[in-house]
């Protein structure tokens, strides 16, 4: 019977995920039901993860949770909330019992790290408690409908259990069990499209989206307007540019869908900013590369922080990352400035430079993700990748 082992763990790996049409306002806090549904791109694990274990053992004599190596608190309030609902599925699944499922009464460890800068502003709490609650389940053998107990953890961590293209269903009932994300399409469905993630040097540290989601909620106008008039018709119109593989309508639709929710930011009292210079100088940049070709070539997209996440085409990540060396020159900060999938050098031709109407800013991005579509939550089956050690504690503690 697994409760005589000494220790039962589980690691899993989660991806983060970037909105193209944005989730921002709640109609719930404690429950965390949104004001408008939401679209993203999960994006690929070989380049940005969480990685968490969760152990059990009747040695254990409270719950503790480790970050990054790091002791944390347990009681924090919506990672009760992850706990306690995945317990009390699992007690639901168990109701007639087996014999073979692990105990409920026992304490759990968990520890989870993520491979990319927290401080980054990579939606490190989408691939946190997606990757909680996915091995939390896994660990109690429960299989039902995960997303919405992701979502009590961070909203939008309910679209990073599943890979490719996902939808968020705001839902209408009070007890949320309609809020939920579904798949579009999945991660094969559109192999040519690409992702590069520009890390900006931020000077200060921006808003959480938490607390600036409620104080849109409760002053903007703009924001009422767009949940309730702009954003049902998008979403339809992002399935269909999805679906289509229509790179035009995609990122004109992902570009206007950010503009707006900064123009929400903007519209809030007070007023809250994410964009930086340098943000402000890539959507400038973008435009003139797009109106070069007189075509959408390039879409960018920036959630609550001034780090822009750009979507294009395979035939197009060279040169567009020629063009970012060109007008951000690298500073030797003994970073590597290109991380992730490898990009050719390309050179770019006389007329698309002076086309490039952006004065150039060394230092303004200090390096850039490349990466791609990418599929969901994994189980890790290699005991080596175990982040607590058989004595339950952080092989990795601080
Ligand atoms: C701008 O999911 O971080 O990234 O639900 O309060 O945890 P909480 O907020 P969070 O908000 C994300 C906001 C956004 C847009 C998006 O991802 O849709």
Request: proline fraction near 6%; charge should be neutral; include cysteine.
């Amino acid at each position: 019977m697994a409760s005589e082992k000494p220790l039962v763990a589980i690691t899993c790996t989660a991806p983060t995920n970037i909105a193209v049409i944005k989730y921002w306002g709640k109609r719930d806090e404690k429950l965390i039901l949104p004001i408008n549904s939401s679209l993203s791109v999960t994006l690929h694990q070989n380049q940005l993860k969480t990685t968490t274990t969760a152990a059990i053992s009747r040695d254990f004599k409270e719950d503790r949770i480790w970050l990054n190596g790091k002791e944390e608190d347990v009681g924090h309030p919506r990672l009760q909330s992850c706990l306690r609902e995945i317990r009390r599925l699992a007690r639901k699944r168990r109701s007639g019992s087996d014999g073979d499922s692990v105990p409920l009464s026992y304490k759990v460890h968990i520890a989870s790290v993520n491979d990319f800068p927290t401080a980054a502003g990579l939606a490190s709490s989408a691939a946190g408690y997606a990757c909680l609650v996915y091995t939390l389940a896994q660990l109690y053998g429960v299989e039902s409908e995960l997303s919405e107990v992701a979502r009590q953890g961070s909203g939008s961590a309910c679209r990073s259990m599943l890979g490719g293209f996902v939808q968020w269903h705001m839902g209408e009932r009070p007890d949320g069990k309609d809020s939920i994300a579904q798949q579009v399409a999945p991660e094969s469905h559109w192999p040519e499209l690409r992702v590069l993630v520009l890390v900006v040097s931020a000077e200060r540290k921006p808003v959480a989206s938490t607390a600036g989601m409620q104080t849109s909620v409760e002053t903007s106008p703009l924001l009422k307007f767009r949940a309730e008039s702009v954003v049902p018709g998008r979403m339809a119109e992002m399935v269909r540019c999805i679906k289509e593989r229509d790179f035009e309508g995609f990122g004109q639709l992902t570009m206007k869908d950010s503009n707006q929710f900064h123009a929400t930011c903007l519209d809030t009292f007070p007023p809250i900013c994410y964009l930086s210079d340098t943000s402000r100088q890539i959507i400038g940049l973008v435009h003139c590369f797009n109106a070069h070709y007189g075509k959408t070539k390039v879409a960018y997209t920036f959630d609550a922080g001034p780090n822009a996440v750009i979507f294009t085409l395979e035939d197009t990540v060279a040169e567009f990352v020629a063009v970012i060396k060109q007008i951000f020159p690298p500073e030797m900060n003994g970073d590597k400035f290109l991380k992730g999938l490898a990009v050719e050098p390309a050179e770019l031709s006389e007329e698309l430079k002076s086309a490039l109407a952006v004065e150039p800013s060394p230092g303004g991005i200090r390096y850039v993700i490349a990466t791609q579509v990418g599929p969901g939550p994994q189980v890790l089956e290699d005991p080596q990748q175990q982040l607590l050690g058989p004595n339950g504690l952080p092989k990795l503690a601080s």
